[in-house]
């Protein structure tokens, strides 16, 4: 029984550690994004823009809106997270056992 209860709490804290850094990747990729949607607002409507610069802007914003941005390279620490919560979760329920945890983990992290 006190193994049992080692492991629940174990996973737990697995499971909150990496709630918390998924929350915090998400917040700080949305950061970014925002700040990248400001960049491309470009500068605001009270002032006015050189010729110039209002046919480039205006010839550039199709092809900007047609290609989503890249995705930052945190998107990818997010995404293993999310497998590893979810294998988490499977160990909690005893789906998975210690070794098979251990294993798909092992894929995950590389």
Do not use: C, Y
């Not at 492991?7 to 737990?12: L, N, Q, S």
């Amino acid at each position: 029984m006190p193994r049992l209860i080692r492991r629940v709490a174990r996973t737990a804290v697995i499971a909150g550690t990496a709630t918390a850094v998924s929350n915090r990747v998400s917040r700080r990729q949305s950061g970014r994004w925002a700040q990248q949607e400001q960049q491309q607002q470009g500068q605001p409507e009270g002032q006015p823009q050189p010729q110039g610069q209002v046919q480039q802007s205006t010839a550039a914003a199709p092809s900007s809106e047609a290609v989503p941005p890249p995705m930052p390279p945190d998107d990818d620490m997010g995404r293993k997270i999310d497998k590893l919560k979810e294998l988490g979760e499977l160990k909690a329920q005893g789906i998975l056992t210690e070794q098979e945890f251990a294993v798909e983990k092992q894929k995950i992290l590389g």
